[in-house]
């Protein structure tokens, strides 16, 4: 029902942002995958919101409880259950929203698919929330890939109006795909983060919000990796990453601007260079034929802005069947894509595993 994806590491995510906890099963890690906590929790406070100004003020630790599938540190091979606990709803703010629907969020079309027995609160099931267990599994994949020499990293491309540089798409160096990891808005341009985070605030005192685009590569992937069609490794990183609520849009190597290039231009020239293949560009993203090539995987997702915003909204009070006018009170992200940033490269993650374990 839409809840479970993954071949070789399938995982399972449950819950909803106002009941009593979410969390995931994950089943498929080899035995003896090293689950190291002190990371894991590392990754999931980069994402856990309440933690700035450019954040939501719901306040929550994301602290995870692992009920099964770890022993000594390591997996079991047997399935690895957490359970994420829920402390700060304040439901009271979505008394109003059991019958005045948001634009932009899922409310109408899950009060229509689940009958109106859909847990409205805060998002339900289909709240930003339910990425904690993503990157509780993003970050136990980190860990693997890492053993591998494999490094995702990722940066803001985008806020509002304001750019970041872009990746150097014949790779960056491990190091700095790592340090990005370490900022509330990884940027690879000095001042840039400043000028984002001014343009989130200015967005959140209009009570408005601003959407952008996050880019990620990964580096050491080899090649060979992934399948044709159904599951090219962009159809699966697509099919994952567009899971995450928000994510309107994933464009691989030099995406849509390919449709303006000559065959001559967009081509990849081929080389051998230190013993292997390579190519002198990378338009390609490191995928052809929906496989690793051995060039670093790059690709951009656009991230929507924020839907509850606190400005007057037209729609609809599906119970009295009328339109109406409705200001949303609560607490949202001005802006998804800071906290999206940990979200989107622990997706990555996950799939480049998965596909690594076939
Ligand atoms: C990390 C994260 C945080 C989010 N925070 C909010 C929020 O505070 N308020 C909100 O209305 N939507 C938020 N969203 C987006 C909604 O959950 C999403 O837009 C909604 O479920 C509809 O899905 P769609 O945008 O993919 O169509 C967040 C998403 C993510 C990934
Ligand atoms: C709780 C989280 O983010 C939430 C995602 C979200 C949404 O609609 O997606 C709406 C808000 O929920 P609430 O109204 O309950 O505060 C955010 O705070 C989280 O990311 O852990």
Known sequence: MGATFGRNLRMTIFGESHGKGIGLVLDGLPPGTPVNEDFIKEEMARRAPGKNRMSTQRRETDAFIIESGVFEGKATGTPLCVL????????????????????GHADYAGKVRYRGFNDYRGGGHFSGRLTAPLVFTGAVAKTVLAQKGIVVGAHVARIGTITDALFNPLGETAERLQALRKVTLPVLEDGKASLMEAEIMAARKQMDSVGGIVEVMAVGMPPGIGDPFFDSLESSLSHALFSVPAVKGIEFGAGFAMAALKGSEANDPMTVANGRVQTTRNNNGGITGGITNGMPVLFRVAVKPTPSIGQPQQTVNVTEGEDTILEIKGRHDPCIVPRAVPVIEAVTAWVLLDMLLE
């Open 84 to 103: 994420i606990p829920n402390s700060d709803q304040h439901s009271k703010d979505y008394s109003l929203l059991k019958d005045v629907m948001r634009p």
